[in-house]
Each structure stands twice: as structure tokens, then as C-alpha cells.
């Protein structure tokens, strides 16, 4: 009697498992939250952590109900969600707007496909794409960064305009005007927009994380912000009146959030390095004509889900090999 059953070749061990590679992007974000911390102070807090309660609750409620079978909250997906959930919303957003948007990323786009692993579309995203379309107004009124020590921990929320929507609004000069003082506010957060987006630095140390521990690695990211940056950059360089250089837009926005953090997501994301390449190139060059040419001031998330649906056919026009197989 048959008393195994034994997977297909190759049997490589491995020493990531879910719950690690969960747990080493969730660290990954953390220096982009103290800094949102830093200048939202209790309403960037108090937003991740019911986030992140809210993802955690609608799957463990999810799997104990509907599917009755092992939990698997514990595995870091959840959390990971909530947090990436929270940090592309503004840091004012009403609480029960973002419970709204968990039970929609878990509810919707992770679990009606049968949970982690099977999910076309970034969870996270779809949660925050949903928000933005059915509560507009709340999702692009904008708090200004305050640091903690200058407005306190508790100061309500003062809301003004981010970079990106005085673009769309016409204005190219007005963000230049404040020339390399301007661009390094941008890099350091202190600029209004998502709280989890808003520091390219706290940001690019994840990042950095990530790729040193190859839990991703550097084709997509790379490939949306060369295509972003020499999009912007033929554009900068016809009309310099009409477009901003092309620097400003890798730093503005949720740029360097969704190519690092987001369009990495292994469920999501083709599988082979040319794959990933043509992933990235078609996610920079959608934002970029969401950014310039369409009706939204930023164009990263909508990008990310339209190429997420496209992952199908790239992976099969571009299939890894087989083991064992000569090229």
C-alpha cells in the first residue's frame, strides 16, 4: 500500500516560507511608518493599526465560517495587506472608510479566489481603488505633513494639495519654483499625499532590505522607473513649460511604494525575468499617461491592476524552463 505521495521534481529546500518572506516586507515598511508617524502623528498610527486589524479579523472570520478550514491569518498575508492598505490612503481618512476598504481587499480580491496564492489582483489595491472611487472627496483631501514636535502627536489634520494634483491642476512651475529644496522635501516626506508613500528615502531603505535578502528582486521596479523616467523625460525635454523634469516624478507620489513594495507581489507578477521586465515597462508607462493625460492626478495603482490582469498572457508568451531541460 501506497503509503506517500510525492510532489513533482525538483525537491529543493528552501529556507523562506510565507510567513518569513510576510515578515520581512512588513519590516521592510517600517521605516516608511515611523516617518509617517513623524509628521501624522496619532492618525497615521491609529489608521495602520485598524488597517491591519481589519484585514486580519474579515480573513480569520472568512476562514472560520465560510471556508471552515485552517486558519491561516497567521502567515503575515493579512497584515501585510492592511498595512500596504493603509499607507496609500491619507492619514485623515474616516475610520470606517478603511474597514470598508479591508473587507473589500480580503473579502473581494483575496479570498472569493480562494486566499493567498490565488488572487489575480494586489489585495491591497483593489481595496484602495475601491475607496478612491466610491469615496472620493475623503480620499484626495490631503493632510500637510507636520512633524510631532512641532504640531504635536494629537494636532488635527491641516489638508492642502500634493504635487501631483498641482500638476494636473497646470501648475509645473509652481513646484519647480523651489528648485533642489523642494525636490528634497519630496524625498524626505515633507509633503502632503499618502502617509506610507510620502518619504522615497525611509522607502528605498525596504527596498534596499529586500533585495539584498532576495525576497525581490530588481527588474520590475527598475524597469517602471527607467520607463517613467524616460517618458517624463522626452516630455520634459519637447515642452519644459508644459511638463516637469523627469526626477521630480519618481519621488512624487506612490511611485517608489507600488514599484518596490507593490507591483513585486509574487502571487501577481510574472514569473520570469523578461516577464518582469515587460510587467514593469507597461506599469510605468500607464501611470505616466494616467499622470499626464488622464483625469486622476496619480496613476500607480490603476497601472499595477491593469498589468496584474495582463500577467496571465505574459507568463505564458514568456514560460520558464523547465528543470532539467537544455535550452
Known amino acids: 500500500m501506497n503509503q506517500l505521495t510525492i510532489s513533482g521534481s525538483p525537491h529543493v529546500h528552501g529556507d523562506l516560507s510565507v510567513k518569513k518572506i510576510m515578515s520581512m516586507v512588513i519590516i521592510a515598511l517600517i521605516p516608511a511608518l515611523l516617518v509617517a508617524v513623524y509628521y501624522f502623528g496619532w492618525y497615521a498610527l491609529r489608521l495602520t493599526i485598524v488597517s491591519v486589524a481589519a484585514c486580519m479579523l474579515t480573513e480569520y472570520l472568512i476562514q472560520k465560517f465560510l471556508f471552515k478550514g485552517p486558519l491561516t491569518i497567521n502567515d503575515g498575508s493579512a497584515a501585510l495587506t492592511g498595512l500596504l492598505l493603509a499607507f496609500n ?33 494586489n489585495p491591497a489595491l483593489v481595496g484602495r481603488v475601491f475607496m478612491l472611487v466610491s469615496f472620493p472627496t475623503a480620499m ?45 522635501d519630496m524625498i524626505l516626506g515633507n509633503r ?46 519637447v515642452d519644459p513649460t508644459q511638463y516637469i523634469a523627469p526626477w521630480y516624478h519618481l519621488v512624487y507620489g506612490g511611485l517608489i511604494l507600488g514599484a518596490f513594495f507593490m507591483a513585486t507581489d509574487m502571487v501577481t507578477s510574472p514569473m520570469t525575468t523578461p516577464g ?23 496613476g500607480v495603482s490603476f ?22 531541460v537544455a535550452k
Do not use: H
Open 192 to 237: 502632503g499625499g499618502a502617509f506610507g508613500e510620502i518619504c522615497a528615502i525611509a522607502l528605498l531603505i525596504g527596498a534596499i532590505y529586500l533585495i539584498i535578502t532576495k525576497v525581490i528582486d530588481i527588474w520590475t521596479p527598475l524597469s517602471i522607473l527607467l520607463t517613467v523616467f524616460i517618458m517624463t523625460g522626452i516630455c520634459y525635454l
Open 276 to 298: 518582469k521586465i515587460i510587467y514593469g515597462i507597461g506599469i510605468g508607462a500607464i501611470t505616466v499617461i494616467i499622470r499626464l493625460w488622464g483625469q486622476y492626478p496619480e
Open 140 to 184: 484626495t483631501t490631503w493632510p500637510k505633513a507636520q512633524p510631532i514636535f512641532e504640531a504635536g502627536f494629537f494636532t488635527d489634520a491641516v489638508t492642502g494639495p500634493t504635487p501631483l494634483s498641482l500638476l494636473k491642476e497646470g501648475n509645473p512651475g509652481t513646484l519647480a519654483a523651489s528648485g533642489d529644496m523642494q525636490f528634497l
Open 303 to 324: 497601472a499595477i491592476l491593469i498589468m496584474n490582469a495582463v500577467v496571465p498572457l505574459i507568463n505564458k508568451g514568456f514560460k520558464p524552463q523547465r528543470f532539467g
Open 89 to 121: 490612503v491619507p492619514a485623515n481618512l474616516p475610520l470606517w472608510m478603511v474597514i470598508v476598504g479591508s473587507v473589500v481587499a480580503i473579502g473581494i480580491a483575496k479570498m472569493s479566489f480562494g486566499g493567498l496564492g490565488k488572487n489575480p489582483f
